[in-house]
Structures are given as C-alpha cells and as structure tokens.
C-alpha cells in the first residue's frame, strides 16, 4: 500500500494519464526530478532550485509558506506534495479544498527517505527509478556505517540569528548528525526549532557549534566573528547535505563522512 505521513493511503496513476504535480517541497522537488518526472511538475516554490536547467521552465507559486493560491488553482493539479515542517497546516487544507491529491511527507531519520523513495515511485509509476535510488542510498549508507567509530560530541547546529535559533533531537538533521555520533544539544521544552542565547550553561554543555548554510546564510564571516565572540569551536556546515531529505540525502551521507573525518 502507497502510504503517506498522514496514514492517507493513495492509489497508483492509471496507466498513459497526465498528472499535473505542485511541489510545495524543495527537497521534494528535486526528488521527482531524480524520479523522472520533472515533465510532471507545474507549480515549484521560489526555493525550489534543483536541479537548475529542469526547473528554470516550472512556474514559482510562491514560498513554502506564503503559497498564490489563485496561480495554483489556474495551474489545475491533481496532485499537490507537502512537508509536516514546512508547509503550514491551514495553507494545505485550503488547497485540498480544490485539489484531488494530497500527499504529506514527514521524513524524520536518514532511512525514511526509502519509503519516500517507494512513496512517490508507486504513486507516478517510478518504481524502477525508486528503486535504483534505495540502492544507492544503502550503498552511500553501509559505507557512513563502516567508517571507524569517533569521539561522541554535542554540537550546538544554528539555522537563524536574530534571534538565534536551533534544532532539537527529533528532527531530521539531528538524526543525520546522530549518524556520525555527533548529538544536537537540546534546549528546555518541546519545541523543535527554539530560540537560544550564548549563556554560559550552553557553552559549558556544547563541544562545537555548527553554522548552517541555510535557511539562514552563514558564512565563514559568522564563523570567525561567533569563534572570537564565543571562544569555542565554529563550523560552517553545508545545511542542503544535512536537512534536504530525498535524493539529496545520497550525497548528504557522503557528506557527513567528510564532517566525520575532519
């Protein structure tokens, strides 16, 4: 069965139909691409930009959170695919109000992208190429596993200044992180991206702090101004390799092996 997030079960496309898929994911986005059904895509966020050449000719509809709701009723999909974390629940349900499939994802660890893989395969009749994707993936994955074993560390991973904001340990980049051993810090509470200061009890509880480069750009500037602000380890870390699920997670298990063996 062709099961999403939601437990909503989908039906497979009838064979030689057209469906017309809005991808309000950009990871997603570059998924389908992978899958060999760019020519399927109607409607893409502004920060849906892999692959670049495929997508140049996809109309934007806007963010992942402030969607054109009347450029995509005109665009007339059958199809529409959201993220739990990146969409927002009320958007979602006003676009179901007008489009007949609704599929919403949730990959919370690196092997939920094999059922994502299948997921979005079985729906559009790409389960070959799905396939091909799940072998890569265990491949990329069997060789992180194989690597010698590291010193543990707790890292401090910033998405935003201003205020300053992190990840807690359920998300999908603390469990990436986890594959090398490397444990987010977590911050009092439940909520899964909180705000944060530079208190001395984070300091004390942190080895290295991480700057991602996205959504926020950190850059190397941050990196040395936030080393001599707060006299610990800075990295900047390429954010893409570490929170885009998909078929981006292939090559962000790659590079988690290169953060490992720095």
Not at 52 to 74: A, H, M, S, W, Y
Not at 79 to 89: A, G, M, Q, T, Y
Not at 144 to 160: E, G, K
Request: hydrophobic share 45%; aromatic share 8%; charged share 20%.
């Amino acid at each position: 069965m062709l099961i999403d997030a939601v437990g909503r079960v989908h039906e497979a496309i009838a064979e030689n139909s057209q469906p017309r898929i809005v991808s309000l994911v950009p990871s997603i986005t570059e998924l389908l691409c992978d899958l060999g059904l760019a020519h399927w895509i109607v409607g893409r966020t502004g920060f849906c930009i892999h692959p670049k050449d495929l997508l140049r000719v996809i109309p934007k509809i806007g963010g992942t959170k402030d969607v054109n709701f009347e450029k995509i009723r005109t665009l007339a999909p059958t199809h529409l695919i959201v993220n739990i974390d990146e969409n927002e629940k009320p958007a979602v349900e006003a676009l179901a109000a007008f489009i007949p499939h609704v599929i919403v994802t949730h990959p919370q660890t690196p092997r939920d992208n094999l059922d994502l893989y299948r997921l979005l395969g079985g729906i559009f009749g790409a389960a070959s190429q799905a396939d091909c994707l799940c072998r890569a993936f265990e491949h990329a994955y069997a060789e992180l596993a194989a690597r010698p074993s590291q010193d543990a560390r707790t890292v401090l991973y910033c998405i935003w200044k201003d205020p300053w904001m992190t990840v807690s340990k359920d998300t999908y980049i603390a469990n990436m992180l986890a594959e090398i051993g490397w444990q987010v810090w977590q911050a009092p509470g439940a909520v899964r991206y909180p705000v944060f200061d530079w208190s001395p009890a984070v300091l004390d509880a942190i080895d290295t702090v991480l700057l991602s480069t996205e959504p926020y750009r950190f850059t190397e500037a941050h990196v040395d101004a936030l080393e001599r602000q707060i006299g610990k380890p800075v990295q900047l870390v390429d954010g893409e390799m570490l929170s885009w699920y998909g078929s981006r997670a292939i090559a962000g298990l790659r590079y988690l092996k290169t953060l490992a063996d720095l």
